[in-house]
């Protein structure tokens, strides 16, 4: 069982350009959960998954961020247009059916220059 | 607004030195409560999870308490080692299942 997987590890982007990070869960897990972690602050809550539907995303900010978690594949954390203020570590999290408690993945450093 | 807190934000210990990290939490309401570790450049590994109807877990030389009256848990780890050096997380949930609200955590470091 790989774990959760998650790509790129690290992640540079221009001002202006669009960052995509992807989020493959556990093998039979199949909700999945995306939290940032600026510098010097806490993770923080994003948004909340299940296959198809996004069932939670009130961390998320209102413009420019989207997820989504399809049928097939991995989930997606896309950032369109970033700025400096988005660098940040974006971590994804996933856990079975009804079970308490995630396993996290390692985590994307998105820097944007 | 549901706010956790940890103290100290950072603590370097000899080897070998029982130790206590504290984690604070203003909702009442707690569903569960974990404790992880986040290494240097690197994801988060689970250590301990309480479900709101226990008082304590324990994994090897980790334990982990929680008083829902007072709204504090607590990590004790005994006979520390240079290899339990990372930052210490722990997160709480009201909401059911998910929506962790995160500590900012406590900076470990043990000297061998």
């Known amino acids: 069982n790989a774990g959760v997987m998650q790509n790129p590890r690290h992640l540079v982007r221009r001002r202006g350009q669009e960052a995509r990070l992807r989020c493959s869960p556990m093998?039979?897990?199949?909700?999945v959960y995306w939290y940032r972690q600026l510098p010097e602050e806490g993770l923080k809550f994003m948004v909340y998954l299940q296959k198809e539907n996004i069932i939670d995303e009130s961390g998320m900010p209102k413009e420019r961020f989207s997820a989504e978690f399809p049928k097939e594949g991995p989930s997606i954390l896309r950032i369109q247009q970033v700025v400096r203020g988005d660098s940040a570590a974006y971590f994804c999290?996933?856990?079975?059916?009804?079970?308490?408690?995630?396993?996290f993945g390692s985590g994307t450093r998105l820097t944007v220059v | 607004k549901q706010e956790v807190t940890q103290i100290p934000a950072a603590l370097s210990v000899p080897e070998g030195e029982n130790l206590v990290l504290n984690c604070s939490f203003t909702d009442s309401a707690i569903y569960n409560l974990q404790w992880f570790r986040q290494d240097p450049g690197k994801g988060l590994t689970s250590l301990l999870l309480i479900q709101s109807s226990q008082r304590e877990q324990t994994s090897g030389r980790l334990n982990a308490s929680l008083d829902k009256s007072s709204g504090r848990s607590t990590l004790y780890i005994a006979a520390s080692q240079p290899g339990d050096s990372a930052t210490y997380l722990c997160?709480?949930?009201?909401?059911?299942?998910?929506?962790?609200?995160f500590g900012t955590g406590t900076r470990l470091k043990v000297l061998a």
């Open positions: 997160a709480e949930s009201t909401s059911g299942t998910y929506k962790y609200i």
């Open positions: 999290a996933s856990s079975p059916e009804g079970v308490t408690g995630y396993t």
């Open positions: 093998k039979g897990h199949s909700h």
